[in-house]
Every structure is written in structure tokens, then in C-alpha cells.
């Protein structure tokens, strides 16, 4: 008998494929569960374990996305997550190429980002021989991940994608890990031996309030509340609850302050947007509602908020209520849909308190105002080397109700977070718990592609941008204009600070000090726009220009490196 191409010794990767309607390879069964899925892109980088994936994706109409680094497609992948609302996507290569990506699914793991990271691996028929670029990746991803698996025959593939989103998406979301053997990949089966989940019918709703008398309890809780406060964490940006959100603190009249994704929920100037004042508003408060964030090293581990103060935690995740800190109340289920029955459980009233906190929002306006206007001289300083806080200023004065704005860095960003203020919910980019620097291009892939309607602009520490700035490239390739801004201080300056408190001047510059590098001339050489700034009232312009260039860009601002962010200098780490 003539063996062919597929029954021979030919290695399975080189062979043509059968294009056998009855038949299909691994590659396209994954492919096929991505679009199931909604995935309409991967962000990925080749490698010869993982390209019968991209054949697969042709197929289904789901873009390619490839670029210069794992750790930059796995990033991304979190990144479409985040901004979209659609399951993000990753595919690398074994080996290295699996390992290189740890870092951005380790940040979306602490982050609670829905993606979902394929790795390619050695043929099974090879295993524990040392084949090409094997390592143990489930073993080593099991601990980021909320699942982790080998799939262990390509009958399995389109089924084990699936399963792997499910789990993602189960309670708070997270990223899931799976590694497909080249030889299962590569491999083609009978199309009526495998399981392709369909569309819609393989995940059930995750829009839930938990106990009702819960909800009950924490509507009576706040119709007798004289000095309530809210903080609206990232879960609620994730769940898609910012009108519930919106509708919870005007109609029962709560002051909100926002942290992470959920930062833009309401815009500034809102009667109900607060900020500047949330230690004041917590010390004073008698009721303290904390959703869909935990209390962990940005909340204090719980430990700022008083004893008297009655204090609610809503999550996702059973286990993040009450972690670190004792609570009077903890509801579990999505965000938007326990404040959405909140409002209802306690509009219903007569009397629902909320015209009894006019004196309470004038108290915390008046502390807000003065906390703006003492901040006010050096967020408008004329000083050259040009101030951070002046940086951030023209940024937020830059910004439009469409502009998502992305930070990446240590205190060039912490100084920010104080000044910027996005204009509608979703337009805040950051690490996360994690605090992972390189982020910024990587999010600005994803959320210009993702949302190409939208103007994204970035903050770059020098430090940060260097670690992943090289898939600015990528942005001039796939034409996705952003405006970037690096503010330039030669220093790894959250680092310095508590080198130079801990040790002393003498030093504070070991191991953090950088080149003055021209990031202008560098987006320039990669096709995209530089400009250079020195003087603060050419910032504004410049960021005007680079608007207009239509091209990612980037704006090289040499900024005070001794100038250091409140929060710098408060960080727990040197505590």
C-alpha cells in the first residue's frame, strides 16, 4: 500500500494539509472555538509550534496581530479585555516564547482580566525526550491562572478553548493558560468526532445579586445613612455596571470616589464625582460601601477605614469579602446588577435619605476645593526642569470625552493618577495590583485596534516605555495612531526615593539611574511622530501636534527628577 503524505514519516508540520471537508486539524478546531468565543483577533508572535493556529484564523476571519515581544502579545491580550468588553486572545510559541508571556498573564491575573494565553509545546510523541523548547508551562502557569491544562488530542481542541474561557469568566474573571503539542495541533481528525461548542449555549449569565435579603439589608442600611461614600472599583468597569453605578449614586444621593478601570464613571464636575477627598470622606463617613476591589496594599489592607464607620464590600469573588479586614456586610455577584437592585430596594421609599446629605456632599466639596487649590501652584509651575504635576495638567487639559488614557510608569503616573481625569467610563488604562511597568504600548495596541474610534493617549515613564517600546514599530505597521507623552527624568525615580530615604544621598543612584535617551528621535527613526519639549508652555502644542500628525507619536518631555509623587513617597514597600 502507497503511504500518503500524512500516514508517512514526513514530520506533520511540513505536510500539506488534506483540505478534506470531512476532516480538520487542530489548528482550525481552535480557531473555529475562537470565534465561537467572539474572539475577532489574536495578538501573538511565530514560532513553528503554533502557525497551523494562524491558518485557522485566516479561515474564520480573525485577525493576526503579531509583534516584537510574548510578554507585548500577552499584555495586549489584556488590554482588548479590558477596553472591549471581548475575551482577549494570546498565542505563542513553547519555550521561551511561553515563558516571555508569564508577565502579562501574571498582570492580568492579579488585574481580573477574561483572557486567554495559547502556548505551543513540544509532540506528544516526543515527550520528556527533549524535544525543541520544552518546558513544564501548565506547571509553571497553574499558579497565575484560573486554569491550566495540556490538550491531549486534537478531538479536543475546539472543546478544551471553551472550557478555558469558561473558566475565566467564572466569579471574578482571570486568564486561563492552555499548551497544545505541535503534534495535536498540527494533526487532523474526523470533523464528527469532535466537540465545537456553539455560540451562546456553552456559558451561563454571570449577572447576579447574590442573596436578596442582602440587598434588602444594605438598602435599609443606606436610607438611615447620614455620611455615606462609595468607591467604585475595577469590577464595575469589568461587569459592564457603570450605568447601574451611575444610577445607584444619583438617585440615592451617594458620594463616589473611583480607583482603577472604574476611574471615568463619572465625569468631572459631576455633583457626585469626588476625589481629592476620599481619606477625609472615609474617616468621617458612617456607612463605607466598597465595590469590586480588594482590600489590599491601595485600600491599606483595610486598615484606614475606622472601626465605627458601618463598612459593605461587594465582589465577585466570595473570597476577596472580608480578606484582611472585618466587614459589616458582604455581597457577592456582579456589581452592576447589586447596586442596580440596591437603587430599587431603596428608591422605593418614601424617604429614601437622599435629601438629608446636602450638608455632608457641601463638607466634602469644601475639603475637595481646598485640597485642588493647595495643589494648584505646582500643577501650574512655570519651573523648568518642567514639574510632573504640570505634565499631567496639560494632559488632562488635553483630553477629550473620547480619549482613553493609558499610564505607564512608577511616580510619573502616581503623579498623575491625582491630576488626570477621564471623561467617560472605560477610558482608564492601568497595570493594575500588579504594578507592572512596560504595559502602555502593548494597551495601546489593544485599545486603538479595539476601539478604533477612539483618541488613545499615553503617559510613559522613561524606565517603562524602555522595556517594551520597541513594538512602537508595531502601532507604525498596523497604522494605529495614539499620542504619547514620555515624561524624561533619566531615573527609575520610584526606586531612587526610597533608595536615597533608606540609604542616604551618597546612595540613592545605584542601580536606577538611565541615558538621557531622545524618545522624540526614536519614534521618528520606527516611521511614527517625535517632538521634544523643555519649556511647559510648549507642552500644550505639542500635543496638539501630535493629534494632527495622525501617526503614533511621541512626546519627549524632560521633567524634574527630584521632584517625587505624594504616593512615592507614602508607597508600603518602605514601610
Not at 474526523?190 to 440587598?215: M, N, V
Not at 469589568?238 to 444621593?253: E, K, P, Y
Not at 497604522?479 to 533608595?499: A, D, E, H
Request: hydrophobic share 40%; net charge negative.
Amino acid at each position: 500500500m502507497v503511504q500518503t503524505a500524512r500516514e508517512s514519516a514526513v514530520d506533520p508540520i511540513l505536510a500539506e494539509p488534506s483540505r478534506d471537508p470531512e476532516r480538520i486539524s487542530g489548528g482550525h478546531l481552535v480557531a473555529k472555538a475562537l470565534k465561537a468565543e467572539g474572539v475577532d483577533v489574536i495578538f501573538t508572535l511565530c514560532g513553528g509550534h503554533i502557525i497551523d493556529i494562524y491558518d485557522g484564523c485566516v479561515d474564520e476571519g480573525i485577525a493576526v496581530v503579531d509583534v516584537r515581544h510574548e510578554q507585548v502579545a500577552a499584555h495586549a491580550a489584556d488590554g482588548y479585555a479590558r477596553a472591549t468588553g471581548k475575551p482577549g486572545c494570546a498565542v505563542v510559541t513553547a519555550g521561551p516564547g511561553t515563558t516571555d508571556a508569564v508577565t502579562g498573564v501574571a498582570n492580568a491575573f492579579r488585574a481580573e482580566s477574561p483572557m486567554l494565553l495559547i502556548g505551543g509545546q513540544g509532540a506528544l510523541n516526543q515527550h520528556k525526550m527533549g524535544s525543541l523548547q520544552d518546558l513544564p508551562h501548565v506547571d509553571m502557569m497553574t499558579p497565575i491562572t484560573k486554569f491550566a491544562a495540556t490538550v491531549p488530542h486534537t478531538a479536543r481542541a475546539a472543546d478544551m478553548v471553551s472550557m478555558a474561557y469558561r473558566e475565566a469568566y467564572s466569579g471574578a474573571p482571570g486568564p486561563s493558560f492552555l499548551e497544545i503539542p505541535r503534534d495535536v495541533l498540527d494533526a487532523e481528525v474526523r470533523l464528527a468526532d469532535c466537540t465545537i461548542p456553539e455560540p451562546g449555549r456553552y456559558r451561563a449569565s454571570t449577572k447576579s445579586i447574590g442573596d436578596p435579603a442582602a440587598i434588602q439589608q444594605l438598602a435599609d442600611i443606606l436610607v438611615k445613612a447620614k455620611k455615606p461614600a462609595v468607591l467604585l472599583g475595577t469590577q464595575v468597569w469589568t461587569g459592564r455596571g457603570s450605568d447601574a453605578a451611575i444610577d445607584f449614586v444619583r438617585t440615592l444621593n451617594v458620594p463616589a470616589y473611583m480607583n482603577g478601570s472604574a476611574r471615568g464613571t463619572l465625569p468631572p464636575g459631576d455633583p457626585h464625582h469626588f476625589h481629592l477627598s476620599r481619606r477625609y470622606a472615609f474617616n468621617n463617613a458612617d456607612v463605607i460601601i466598597i465595590v469590586g476591589t480588594p482590600f489590599d496594599f491601595r485600600m491599606g489592607y483595610g486598615r484606614r477605614l475606622p472601626k465605627g464607620a458601618t463598612v459593605v464590600q461587594i465582589d465577585m469573588d466570595y473570597r476577596t469579602v472580608g480578606k484582611n479586614r472585618d466587614i459589616d456586610l458582604g455581597l457577592v455577584g456582579d456589581p452592576g446588577s447589586i447596586l442596580a437592585a440596591v437603587t430599587q430596594a431603596a428608591s422605593g421609599r418614601i424617604d429614601n435619605g437622599a435629601a438629608g446629605r446636602k450638608p455632608w456632599f457641601a463638607e466634602l466639596r469644601s475639603e475637595e476645593t481646598s485640597a485642588y487649590e493647595k495643589r494648584l501652584p505646582r500643577q501650574l509651575s512655570d519651573a523648568s526642569p518642567i514639574h510632573p504635576l504640570r505634565l499631567a495638567h496639560e494632559i488632562n487639559e488635553f483630553l477629550t470625552e473620547d480619549s482613553i488614557y493609558i499610564g505607564d510608569g512608577g511616580d510619573i503616573v502616581t503623579f498623575s493618577g491625582g491630576v488626570v481625569q477621564p471623561k467617560s467610563p472605560g477610558h482608564w488604562m492601568d497595570p493594575g495590583p500588579l504594578g507592572t511597568l512596560g504595559v502602555g504600548i502593548p494597551f495601546v495596541l489593544a485599545a486603538k485596534y479595539g476601539r478604533p474610534d477612539k483618541e488613545v493617549v499615553a503617559l510613559f515613564g522613561d524606565g517603562a516605555f524602555s522595556l517594551t517600546g520597541w513594538d512602537f514599530e508595531t502601532l507604525v505597521r498596523f497604522n494605529l495612531p495614539f499620542v504619547g507623552v514620555v515624561g524624561n527624568n533619566s531615573s527609575m525615580n520610584q526606586i531612587r526615593y526610597g533608595q536615597a530615604a533608606k540609604y542616604g544621598a551618597a546612595r540613592a543612584r545605584v542601580g536606577n539611574t538611565l541615558g538621557d535617551v531622545r524618545y522624540d528621535e526614536f519614534a521618528r527613526m520606527l516611521g511614527g511622530y517625535g517632538e521634544e519639549v523643555r519649556d511647559p508652555a510648549d507642552i500644550g502644542p505639542a500635543l496638539q501636534r501630535a493629534r494632527e500628525s495622525g501617526l503614533p507619536s511621541l512626546i519627549n518631555v524632560w521633567v524634574d527628577p527630584d521632584a517625587y509623587a505624594p504616593g512615592t513617597m507614602n508607597q508600603t514597600m518602605y514601610k
